[in-house]
């Protein structure tokens, strides 16, 4: 068990479960009241994610069991056709929590513990009492309690720590029958016993009248709201799937929006503002805010959340969340049919593959929702040599650091992609700018730049009849840059912009001016 998991667990492993203090029915009426209207008035705004929040907030405070009924409902209603979330998004990224995204991590929890070793779900469960109390928990558990993992004694123990960690009343039947298989096993047979006794000796508070009609309106209004979303479903899923046919299919777009306008929809309203060139930029920033986890969904766990860019109401640019195999990375959903760039996130890629790896990733790249991706931008070598193996309509490709060679080969393969025009080296050196400026993809290429960060960069649009644009951004580089104005001779621009030299030496000026002298043209600024 990893170090960091194995402190928190010693810290609880021998505290009793223990029951939450529930407040007598006058307080908890008083502490509902002011929640309860906050997510009722959230609702009505369009704002379900905020008021899943606010009753999640006033559970919490009351352990009142109507409330966690509206909770489940909402819940099950917005998490509905979402993606779970996988393993490693449980685990390691998840900094700032999302009311949808309890449900959907243990959902992709539990499809994941069918195929993994106990310790995984072991440490899974025990990074589970480290989360806030959530009624939505109970169900999973008690579905983990009836997998063939939960027969492992350390799975069990942890199992039975996360359902006293929720602090609520739940079904103890299922924990009967498996207790009665353990009589041969005390161990594990107390562990149930003691988590049977939690779960019957939770006594959730009475609630009264006016609380209890707050949250009858509320369950009445997610009933009439799912209603109407159903009505017009069909028509919706139609148009989306004109738009991911033909993602510049304008009608369908503005169509579609009019149709979620008019049932109160706030992508309508997105879509909308994201057409009118002099749209409030505060009003799309506070639907995006408010929705983008939803929006981000379809696209699943293995983009980054919160780096989506989104243009005519549906994303066009996403960054991947970092992995070197891929496991755990589904196959791209229509969703991804709007995408034009990835972000391979280089910085996070394991640096070792094996063929299995390369495999995967070649048939994910092909796949036919990521057919209108054209830029791919922070590119490992490895990745880069991946697009080179089909005729993908790549235009733009930015190769950064990470595993794999960035050499003469590599650029003589990118020539295989047809379309390929505009390519860009970062952390480069000047042996890479040879390797460009030589290979069969030169003279195809529109506009070539490459950068050594906090040194230099230089851009080269070849054919354009343009300088070539250089940059000294520390006297350091000097040397560097003036290896790679020589090397970036052959892509046939002969005159050069060179900027930052203001404050040189003369030895670092020299080697400027030295190749410098390749050009016939040279303005110094």
Known sequence: MPARFATCWR?????????????????VSNVLG?????????????????????????WRASGAQPLADVIQQL?????????????????????????LDIPRLLAGFVEDAKRMLPEAVQEGLETLLRWPRDPR??????????????????????????????????????????????????RMAGWLEQAIHAGLSRQP??????????????????????????REAPTREALLARIRAAPGDDEARRVLADLLLA??????????????????????????????????????????????????????????????????????????????????????????????DAEDWGQWLLHPHLRGVTRHQRVSPYIASLL????????????????????????????NLPRLSRLSLSDATALQVAACAQSRL??????????????????????????????LVSPSGARGLAEALRAAVPLGSRALVLRGTGQLSSPAMAHLRAAATTYARVEWL
């Open 388 to 415: 080179t193996s089909s005729p993908l309509p790549l235009r733009h490709l930015g190769i950064s650091k990470g595993y794999g060679t960035c050499d003469d080969a590599l650029f003589d393969a990118l020539a």
């Open 11 to 27: 810290r609880r492993e021998s505290e009793p479960l223990r029951t939450p203090h529930f407040r007598e029915a006058g307080a």
């Open 137 to 186: 928990m109970i169900p999973p558990l008690l579905t983990l309690l009836q997998m063939p993992v939960a027969e492992d004694a350390q799975v069990l123990k942890a199992l039975c720590a996360a359902l006293g960690h929720v602090g609520v009343r739940y079904d103890v039947q299922p924990l009967r029958e498996q207790r009665d298989r353990f009589a041969g096993r005390p």
């Open 263 to 356: 049932v109160g929809d706030p992508l309508g309203e997105f879509i909308a503002l994201q057409y009118d060139p002099r749209a409030d930029r505060a009003r799309i920033a506070q639907l995006l805010d408010a929705n983008r986890v939803r929006w981000e969904a379809g696209l699943g766990s293995a983009v980054t959340r919160g780096w989506t860019r989104f243009e005519r109401g549906f994303p066009v640019s996403v960054q991947l969340r970092g992995t070197g195999s891929r496991y755990g990375i589904a196959e791209p959903g229509p969703a991804w049919s709007t995408v034009e760039e990835i972000d391979w996130n280089e910085g996070r890629v394991r640096a070792h593959w094996d063929a299995e």
């Open 34 to 58: 002011e929640r309860l209207a906050r997510a009722l008035d959230a609702f009505s705004k369009r704002d379900e994610e905020a008021a899943l929040d606010c009753l999640l907030e006033a």
């Open 205 to 230: 508070p009475d609630v009264d009248a006016e609380p209890q009609a707050h949250c009858h309106a509320l369950q009445a209004a997610i009933v009439e709201r799912a209603a109407v979303e159903q």
């Open 442 to 471: 030169a003279s195809r290429l529109e506009h070539f730049a490459a950068a050594l960060e906090g040194e230099w960069s230089l851009t080269v649009r070849p054919g354009a009849g343009t300088p070539v644009q250089a940059t």
């Open 75 to 99: 819940s099950d209603w917005r998490c509905a056709g979402l993606t779970p979330l996988d393993m490693s998004s449980w685990l390691y990224d998840f900094t700032r929590w999302h009311p």
